[in-house]
Each structure stands twice: as structure tokens, then as C-alpha cells.
């Protein structure tokens, strides 16, 4: 499975699950189109909680380098979870 999907790729998707891991105060000032902001901690602790094993998720931080990780572990618990290359940045 690819891990990794350009932003020009994201958002030509149709209708893409994506989450913003960075703070809540950097989501609220600004975030890719149809992005929900969710706690690392808590989607680390509950995984269950917040994603289904059926669904392909995207993630992304400020660079993507933290995505990057989180996507990795997501993925070795059976989540389908790609890292967006480049993060925000990228999307400015």
C-alpha cells in the first residue's frame, strides 16, 4: 500500500478522509479543505475510536514529517493511513 500522496494528489481525491495533527490552534488558523482536526494522543491511545479498518484516512502536520510517523503506526495496527508529502507547508 502507498504511504505517501502529494498534495495535488490529496485534493484531486473524491470526498478524502484527512486529519491535521497539528495544534488545535494551527488548524483553527488555517487547514486543507475538508480536514478535521484530531489529538494525536488520543488517536494513538483509542485508535478504535476515531478510524475504521475499511476507510483510508490522510494525515498531515506542518511538514510531514510527524504524519510520516504516525502513519507508519497507524498502518502496522491495520489502519489504512497515508502520509500527505510535504504537510502544510506544501499546501500553501
Known sequence: MKEEI?????????????YDIRSYE?????HIP????INVSELLA???HFLVKNKKYYFYCDSGKRSSILVKQLNVMG??????IGGY???L
Do not use: C, M, R
Open 6 to 18: 502529494t498534495i495535488d494528489e490529496l485534493l484531486s481525491l473524491k470526498n478524502p478522509i484527512i
Open 79 to 84: 489502519y489504512s493511513a497515508v502520509n500527505v
Open 26 to 30: 494551527k488548524y483553527y488558523y488555517g
Open 34 to 37: 475538508q480536514a478535521k482536526w
Open 46 to 48: 483509542y485508535p478504535e
Open 89 to 91: 507547508q506544501n499546501y
